[in-house]
């Protein structure tokens, strides 16, 4: 087994230059969700010039998703990809340096795949930052043939098992009666209805369990100061600990909403937006296995007391086959942390780059090691 992992470890520096120049690329030209047609086309460039990896386009539907095989083995595991970026920022949760790493793990186990009876999968998943394509994925059978799946994310702290959250978003709608500011009695003002129900969830938050977050923006309130506002539209997304949980908050926020309606006279209508973020389940074999090929070629992973994080549609995955999510980090101060414009460079620069080494690496070991576990191996295969 050590011969295969030098194999694998030797391959893997020899393809690094070329991976961090794909992570470059990616980094600098962000594509929103859904748009990453520069990025899939990379991403496969990069996999079939490897010469192992058949590639499958547009699957699920999706004209940037893809999956790219490697080996015919009969476990199959899998290496997601994702490549989509944030509005006005880029890519501030380094999707370019995941995506990357991906490909380097991949890149670095196709040429001992079939010694190790396994097939290799990269999966192309677009928008992660809104859309969740992996729940349209999962829903349309994408992962249904393969094992297990992992993915590594970079943020300020090393992490094995995150804590990952479910979380759903809505779109309010106020509908009212403009008016000219001089002469408003007449008026319903949509724009008041946006205040009062902010008050309103202000006061609620007392009363929600600690750990429940209620986010919100109001993305259109009027368009002149000496114009009453006839509508008004605010985007709501709650994050709880299971999506059952999101669901039972959203019947106590929609009345904060009412009551905005009911206060200023307006009407209100609620639109389910399509992002869905499941709970992450983590599979406890794949995290200990990855932990000691991380710790092997230097990270390390103190017991941090916080270890709540965002949501990922890579819980969408972990609900249908055992995967994985580790973090690892960015040497960067708190306040550049993920979702940042300094992020998004950092991603593009060293501490992009160690990531890309040490998460691909670590992956690629990680799935070697899997894959000669007779104990692991039987349970993924049997499902």
């Given at each position: 087994m050590t011969g295969i992992k030098e194999r694998i470890e030797r391959t893997f520096e020899q393809n690094l230059d070329s991976v961090l120049?794909?992570?470059?690329?990616?980094?600098a030209n962000p594509e929103l969700a859904f748009e990453e047609h520069e990025t899939s086309a990379a991403l496969i460039a990069a996999l079939e010039d490897g010469g192992r990896f058949a590639v499958e386009k547009g699957v699920a539907g999706l004209p940037t998703a893809f999956?790219?095989?490697?080996?015919?083995?009969?476990?199959?595991?899998?290496?997601?990809?994702?490549?989509?970026?944030?509005?006005?920022?880029?890519?501030?949760?380094?999707?370019?340096?995941?995506?990357?790493?991906?490909?380097?793990?991949?890149?670095?186990?196709?040429?001992?795949?079939?010694?190790?009876?396994?097939?290799?999968r990269v999966f192309g998943t677009p928008a992660e930052e809104k859309g969740t394509g992996k729940e349209i994925m999962v829903n349309r059978g994408v992962f249904d043939d393969t094992h297990a799946a992992m993915m590594v994310h970079p943020t300020l702290k090393d992490v094995v098992i995150p804590q990952l959250r479910a979380s759903r978003s809505w779109q309010v709608t106020y509908t009212g009666r403009g008016g000219h500011a001089s002469r408003p009695w007449s008026a319903r003002n949509a724009a008041d209805a946006t205040v009062v129900a902010q008050t309103a969830i202000g006061l609620l938050r007392q009363q929600l369990r600690d750990g429940i977050r209620v986010h919100h923006v109001v993305k259109e309130a009027?368009?002149?100061?000496?114009?009453?506002?006839?509508r008004a539209v605010v985007d709501c997304m709650i994050r709880c600990d299971t999506i059952d949980e999101v669901d039972q908050v959203w019947e106590r926020v929609r009345r904060c909403f009412d009551a905005g309606a009911i206060a200023s006279g307006t009407?209100?209508?609620?639109?389910?937006?399509?992002?869905?973020?499941?709970?992450?389940?983590?599979?406890?074999?794949?995290?200990?296995?990855?932990?000691?090929?991380?710790k092997a070629i230097g990270r390390t992973f103190p017991d941090y007391p916080d270890k709540m994080f965002g949501s990922t549609?890579?819980?969408?995955?972990?609900?249908?086959?055992?995967?994985?999510?580790?973090?690892?980090?960015?040497?960067?101060?708190?306040?550049?942390?993920?979702?940042?414009?300094?992020?998004?460079?950092?991603?593009?620069?060293?501490?992009?780059?160690?990531?890309?080494?040490?998460?691909?690496?670590?992956?690629?070991?990680?799935?070697?090691?899997?894959?000669?576990?007779?104990?692991?191996?039987?349970?993924?295969?049997?499902?």
């Open positions: 120049e794909l992570s470059h690329r990616i980094n999956v790219a095989s490697a080996g015919s083995g009969d476990l199959a595991v899998g290496l997601c990809a994702e490549m989509d970026a944030l509005p006005g920022i880029g890519h501030g949760c380094g999707h370019n340096a995941i995506a990357a790493a991906a490909v380097g793990a991949a890149l670095a186990l196709a040429p001992v795949a079939d010694e190790l009876g396994l097939t290799v009027g368009a002149a100061v000496n114009v009453i506002a006839d009407s209100v209508e609620y639109t389910s937006l399509p992002s869905i973020y499941r709970e992450f389940r983590h599979d406890p074999d794949l995290a200990s296995v990855f932990e000691e090929n991380a549609d890579m819980g969408n995955v972990s609900l249908r086959i055992p995967a994985i999510h580790p973090m690892l980090s960015f040497d960067l101060p708190p306040e550049d942390g993920n979702h940042t414009p300094a992020f998004a460079v950092a991603a593009g620069g060293p501490e992009g780059d160690r990531f890309v080494r040490d998460a691909g690496l670590a992956m690629a070991l990680t799935i070697a090691d899997v894959a000669r576990s007779q104990p692991i191996r039987a349970r993924l295969m049997a499902g």
